[in-house]
């Protein structure tokens, strides 16, 4: 039998957790279906379950605290996220294990009790395990020095501005981002800019645009991603490229860093097998080192198991709740190394578009395809 590496002696298992699904924006493509929340009219107004739920309490039921926080707390009595007590002990059940953390949401900085968990887990894990992924009105409240000292790593959304009229996200939604990525960057921090290829932004005047910008902003690094059909992405598959629309985007861009320097131009996972040829490790690290932590606690398998309701997209997807069990626990459980021996049986394939996309009956059988239809066609190597 092939040894499954234990948690203790893996590398650091990366975790996207959404911290809360409170959120400024209402995306379009929003891959966790983030809960869109404003105030007005007196009332705290929520949008959720693919924007078609809306829910209204009066702004002042809860003096002195932001349309956001009343939001949460509404979402932590139902249930659907943790409280401050929650999320400390989910750190606490974290540590120990060697964790790469990104808080992310929704927009956790929406919330006043934010730093306060970030901070806890720098004293865990240590301050360069500590990533953010936030959106321009989340960090603008909170002070730059400040951020500077509790994450290693700034991660940000910037696909460039809607051109038209079936836009993505909100105008001004990129270009807040990169003004507050920005001040990051004036200050020392390492920023990392991410850029869903769509069918909006990947001919070359967009391209161009999105890494000048970038590049004048000084920003490090710009990971260029899928377009994935989860949450209200579910909706958006008219927006996915075409295999040779994403090789062609890639090269541009890389010709682009080869001329400018910076960002320099990283592949996210499950784009990573178009480079082609036989590398160490599959590029797809669902299970193995990347999870999703959900609002509530639950574990998944992938940040990207989620659907159009927030919810998992399947039961297989979930390995287990950080809120009443370890993380050690989880992954050392008979299920999660079951589902680790077969990982490599769809080298290079994405999980996700394999489950979304294969043919089997039993989920976690559709997991383990070979069946992305980015790279069905791929005369790429497999090791064996």
């Known amino acids: 039998m092939e040894h499954v590496i234990s948690n203790a002696e893996a590398s650091f298992v990366d975790i996207i957790w959404n911290l809360t699904l409170v959120c400024p924006w209402d995306c379009r493509k929003c891959c966790v279906d983030a809960v869109h929340v404003q105030s007005r009219g007196g009332e705290v107004v929520m949008r959720s379950n693919n924007l078609t739920r809306v829910e209204r309490i009066p702004l002042g039921l809860l003096p002195g605290r932001s349309a956001y926080d009343q939001a949460a707390a509404l979402r932590q009595r139902q249930g659907l996220e943790l409280d401050l007590a929650g999320k400390l002990r989910v750190l606490n059940h974290m540590a120990g294990s060697k964790v790469k953390l990104d808080f992310s949401g929704g927009d956790p900085l929406m919330l006043a009790d934010t730093p306060i968990v970030m901070r806890r887990a720098r004293d865990l894990f240590g301050q360069s395990q500590i990533t953010l992924t936030a959106t321009g009105p989340g960090l603008s409240r909170v002070d730059p020095a400040e951020l500077a000292d509790m994450i290693g790593e ?151 198991a989620i659907n159009r309701f927030g919810q998992p997209i399947d039961p297989a997807w979930v390995l287990g709740n950080l809120a009443d069990q370890t993380l050690d626990e989880v992954l050392q459980s008979q299920r999660v190394l079951d589902l680790q021996q077969r990982l490599d049986t769809s080298w290079g394939h994405c999980k996700i578009f394999s489950y979304l996309y294969g043919a089997s009956d039993r989920a976690e059988d559709r997991m383990m395809e070979a069946a992305d239809p980015l790279y069905t066609t791929s005369e790429v190597g497999v090791p064996t």
């Open 154 to 304: 700034l991660n940000f959304t910037y696909d460039g501005e809607p051109v038209g009229t079936d836009t993505n996200c909100p105008p001004n939604y990129a270009h807040s981002n990169l003004r507050k990525a920005r001040q990051l960057a004036a200050v020392g921090v390492a920023t990392r800019a991410e850029c869903p290829l769509t069918l909006e932004n990947l001919d070359p005047a967009q391209l161009d645009r999105i890494f000048g910008n970038l590049h004048e902003a000084g920003i490090d690094r710009l990971l260029v991603m899928r377009l994935f059909p989860v949450g209200r992405g579910e909706t958006r598959t008219h927006q996915v490229p075409t295999r040779e629309q994403y090789i062609d985007a890639i090269a541009y861009l890389r010709a682009l860093e080869a001329r400018h320097g910076y960002p320099k131009i990283k592949l996210q996972c499950a784009l990573k097998h178009l480079a082609g040829g036989v590398t160490a490790a599959n590029p797809c690290d669902a299970i193995r080192e990347s999870f999703g932590l959900m609002a509530n606690g639950t574990l998944l398998g992938s940040p990207w």
